[in-house]
């Protein structure tokens, strides 16, 4: 009797680890993960703007504003535990978006047919856009870690003061370029991806289908508008 009571949860365990990954292979499934890992990131960049934008009331406001993100939680939490928490977790999802996108992608073109290719070839602008929208984000998350988060990079690499090390970077015009086309990039992944996540977790129907993709463009005309508005002001000289 005490064996099949401790042999219950195990059970239980094991057939919630094949049910995982019995959606995790299947097409579906990594839609999903991609849908729902795609909404996280989307949440992190609406957030991440609007502290961005707090370039524009001085150093003050967004150094402060950097220095109470690290004091979250406590004293239940340690000093920067929540930040680390949110890193985890958008690294996760990051992850978990790429993984799925990529072995979506292999495992459409192992489906395509030799005489197909023609057909094929003629691919929707939403899904080039997608893909290599995605490398060129990719790339520029590496980029703007060593940059801004590790200082590896950052000309003025000023622990604790966010408003100088972004005024340093930006000064640059590789710098400023290079977070001017990610950002152009971010748009259109952003316009494409809420779409095709509304459609992939079964948000969308012929009375919300407008609806729907009024909010992708505004999210994404008003992300690539905020996120542009600090380089493009530190470069100006508006912000100094």
């Known amino acids: 009797m005490a064996v099949t009571t401790g042999a219950r949860p195990r059970g239980d365990a094991a057939r919630a680890r094949s049910t995982l990954a019995i959606l995790w292979g299947s097409?579906?499934?990594k839609k999903a993960a991609m849908a729902v890992s795609?909404?996280?990131m989307l949440g992190y960049l609406v957030l991440h703007m609007i502290g961005n934008l707090k370039i524009f009331f001085g150093a003050g406001d967004l150094n402060g504003y950097a220095a109470w993100l690290r004091t979250i939680g406590q004293p239940f939490l340690g000093h920067a535990w929540f930040l680390w928490i949110a890193r985890v977790a958008l690294v996760a999802a990051v992850v978990v978006h790429a993984v799925a996108a990529y072995q979506l992608s292999r495992r459409d073109l192992a489906a395509r047919p030799t005489g197909y290719r023609r057909t094929?070839?003629?691919?929707s602008y939403a899904t080039r856009t997608m893909r290599w929208g995605g490398v060129i984000l990719a790339l520029f998350i590496v980029w703007h870690i060593l940059d801004l988060t590790t200082l590896t990079v950052n000309p003025v690499a000023d622990p604790g003061h966010p408003y100088q090390n972004i005024?340093?970077?930006f000064h640059t015009w590789y710098d400023g370029g290079i977070y001017c086309?990610?950002?152009l990039a971010l748009g259109l992944h952003v316009r494409h991806g809420f779409w095709?996540?509304?459609?992939?977790?079964?948000?969308?129907?012929?009375?919300r289908d407008r609806a729907l993709k009024l909010t992708a463009n505004l999210l994404a005309l008003v992300l690539t508008a905020g996120f542009l508005s600090v380089p493009i002001a530190v470069m100006t000289g508006v912000v100094r």
């Open 167 to 169: 005024v340093g970077a």
């Open 181 to 183: 086309v990610a950002m």
């Open 196 to 207: 095709s996540a509304a459609q992939t977790l079964g948000a969308n129907s012929p009375s």
């Open 27 to 29: 097409t579906v499934g």
């Open 120 to 123: 094929r070839a003629r691919q």
């Open 38 to 40: 795609g909404l996280m």
